[in-house]
T-cell receptor, first 116, second 109 residues
Framework: GAGVSQTPSNKVTEKGKYVELRCDPI?????LYWYRQSLGQGPEFLIY????????DSGLPNDRFFAVRPEGSVSTLKIQRTERGDSAVYLC??????????????FGPGTRLTVL | GQQLNQSPQSMFIQEGEDVSMNCTSS?????WLWYKQDPGEGPVLLIA?????ELTSNGRLTAQFGITRKDSFLNISASIPSDVGIYFC?????????FGDGTTLTVKP
């Protein structure tokens, strides 16, 4: 079956621009997660959705970052007024959200964001 | 905040050798996850641990969840070249995951 997909795979933008990153989770997974990964580090938690609602957005670094999941499936991570420090790989993951394997997260390939 | 200390940072081993890596935290986690990440790809889940003291195997991989829920180890037996990659541990509480900074494994044929 299809895994988690993310688009675009690469995004180059200029400082100050707005970007949107998309995540398509595994069908039927109720939980969806966004992470940011810098070179040489582990993924850093940004936000976690259970269904349509953000269950925990404590990892969003500031109010330039926002994420939505309006129908409980596809999610979009939005970054306003991008800064060079936002450059990283943005990873999305999904999990069943319930049952014995509720926390087993499956990752997409990521979107590499470069802010010039 | 919560932090995971993962060690060693890197390992260079000969094909066929066994490998052990571990993760410790000052915080308690409900779930521990072990992942492998190859360059340019997302992490791939290897093993999930839900109960304190739980010992779980997946082929040549064995992982254990510490009794105190503050640590875990991952063993790889009889390493092969495709085991090369970065291994991450992650502790999960209420859906929020905290990752270690990884152990980079190099396997020499």
């Amino acid at each position: 079956g299809a895994g988690v997909s993310q688009t675009p795979s690469n995004k180059v933008t200029e400082k100050g621009k707005y970007v949107e990153l998309r995540c398509d989770p595994i069908s039927g997974h109720t939980a969806l997660y966004w992470y940011r990964q810098s070179l040489g580090q582990g993924p850093e938690f940004l936000i976690y959705f259970q269904g349509t609602g953000a269950a925990d957005d404590s990892g969003l670094p500031n109010d330039r970052f926002f994420a939505v999941r309006p129908e409980g499936s596809v999610s979009t991570l939005k970054i306003q007024r991008t800064e060079r420090g936002d450059s990283a790989v943005y990873l999305c993951a999904s999990s069943p959200g319930l049952g014995l394997s509720y926390n087993e997260q499956f990752f997409g390939p990521g979107t590499r964001l470069t802010v010039l | 905040g919560q932090q995971l200390n993962q060690s060693p940072q890197s390992m260079f081993i000969q094909e066929g050798e066994d490998v052990s890596m571990n993760c410790t935290s000052s915080s308690i986690f409900n779930t521990w996850l072990w992942y492998k990440q190859d360059p340019g790809e997302g992490p791939v889940l290897l093993i999930a641990l839900y109960k304190a003291g739980e010992l779980t195997s997946n082929g040549r991989l064995t992982a254990q969840f510490g009794i105190t829920r503050k640590d875990s180890f991952l063993n790889i037996s009889a390493s092969i070249p495709s085991d090369v990659g970065i291994y991450f541990c992650a502790g999960v509480n209420a859906g929020k995951s905290t990752f270690g900074d990884g152990t980079t494994l190099t396997v020499k044929p």
